[in-house]
């Protein structure tokens, strides 16, 4: 079957585009009245992919409504884990495992750092090709180094230094699957879809790393290739990480870590409205919250404003 990417990802531009609430002026997350009360700073790292920002800035959005003064900083993972080393970053919701296990276990083990909670389940990352690759008998790492031309020996991945680049270029290094030819291109999660368009648009072969949750999910037809030999892991998971000298300092917000858990779908319609809808970070966030408050009130059950006056989900009964 051959699919033309680029006219499924307007069709879902347009489908997504006419559900977007039309009140989105008179949608806001809590009362302000809390948001100067506390003096607590609390400090966020992201890495730039979409459905990470998205969430950090829900949790961010939460956190200064309750009191605190939360801030972002976006980082690659491996500059987050040493700002968390460092005390420069308190809190980070976006490690993936197990691809980047490698890069957290250590952390964990000086006790430095404590794995909070699996904020995802069910998640996926991996290498991906599209739909019309598949039909044409590619479905797993297997069959790439028979089909080498075709892919131009190359696989397309993310910044430089992600885990995901670093596992395929482990591959070529150690001649897994006899990939020992093809190199990895590294760019942005932008250009790397931007190339992923272009080449699909003339139905050329691309190998690419894909994951969910994200937009490509709901914009391309796409497949996972099969990894007999386990080198990307079993299904994954992503978790939010903390300095376990804040979490010490701060069980209010440990508590609402732990509980601030997201459906996958959730994120893939953060992801898409945010990154394939353009549409601002701030409005995304903070409308998912008002139209949401059943789940909100559950990541808040037990949590107190940063004051601990006052209840947080009474306050969100409040708004």
């Known amino acids: 079957?051959?699919?033309?990417?680029?006219?499924?990802?307007?069709?879902?531009?347009?489908?997504?585009?006419a559900s977007l609430l039309a009140a989105a002026g008179l949608l806001v997350p809590f009362s302000s009245a809390y948001a100067d009360s506390g003096a607590d700073d609390v400090k966020l790292a992201t890495p730039p992919?979409?459905?990470?920002?998205?969430?950090?800035?829900?949790?961010?959005q939460l956190l200064d409504s309750l009191g605190y003064q939360a801030s972002v900083e976006e980082l690659s993972t491996a500059?987050?884990?040493?700002?968390?080393?460092?005390?420069?970053?308190?809190?980070?919701?976006?490690?993936w495992r197990p691809?980047?296990?490698?890069?957290?276990?250590?952390?964990?083990?000086?006790?430095?750092?404590?794995?909070?909670?699996?904020?995802?389940?069910?998640?996926?990352?991996?290498?991906?090709?599209?739909?019309?690759?598949?039909?044409?008998?590619v479905h797993s790492l297997e069959d790439l180094a028979a089909n080498a031309e075709r892919f131009d020996s190359t696989f397309y991945g993310i910044e430089a230094g992600n885990v995901g680049?670093?596992?395929?270029?482990?591959?070529?290094?150690?001649?897994?699957?006899?990939?020992?030819?093809?190199?990895?291109?590294?760019?942005?999660?932008?250009?790397?879809?931007?190339?992923?368009?272009?080449?699909?648009?003339?139905q050329e072969?691309?190998?690419?790393?894909?994951?969910?949750p994200h937009w490509m999910n709901v914009a391309y037809d796409l497949r996972y290739l099969e990894d007999p030999k386990g080198i990307w892991g079993k299904s994954?998971?992503?978790?939010?990480?903390?300095?376990?000298?804040?979490?010490?300092?701060?069980?209010?917000?440990?508590?609402?870590l732990e509980q601030m858990t997201v459906p996958i779908e959730v994120q893939n319609n953060w992801v898409t409205e945010f990154s394939l809808e353009e549409r601002p970070l701030e409005e995304v966030a903070s409308e998912w919250i008002a139209a949401n408050p059943e789940m909100v009130g559950e990541w808040l059950e037990g949590v107190t404003t940063a004051d601990g006056e006052r209840s947080a989900q009474e306050l969100l009964v409040a708004r």
């Not at 072969?205 to 969910?212: D, Q, R, T």
Request: charged share 20%; proline share 3%.
């Open 1 to 17: 079957m051959i699919n033309a990417f680029s006219d499924r990802l307007c069709g879902a531009r347009k489908l997504l585009g």
């Open 49 to 60: 992919w979409p459905g990470a920002t998205v969430k950090t800035e829900v949790a961010r």
């Open 79 to 95: 500059m987050i884990l040493q700002g968390m080393e460092s005390g420069d970053i308190d809190i980070t919701m976006t490690l």
């Open 99 to 137: 691809s980047q296990g490698s890069m957290l276990d250590p952390r964990l083990e000086t006790g430095e750092l404590v794995e909070v909670v699996k904020n995802i389940q069910g998640a996926r990352f991996q290498l991906a090709v599209p739909d019309y690759v598949w039909e044409a008998g």
């Open 165 to 202: 680049n670093e596992i395929m270029q482990k591959a070529i290094d150690e001649n897994s699957y006899g990939l020992a030819d093809w190199r990895v291109r590294a760019s942005s999660v932008t250009g790397m879809l931007s190339q992923v368009e272009a080449q699909a648009a003339t």
């Open 205 to 212: 072969w691309i190998a690419f790393l894909g994951w969910e």
């Open 236 to 256: 994954s998971s992503v978790s939010t990480v903390a300095s376990t000298a804040f979490l010490d300092e701060h069980p209010n917000l440990a508590r609402f």
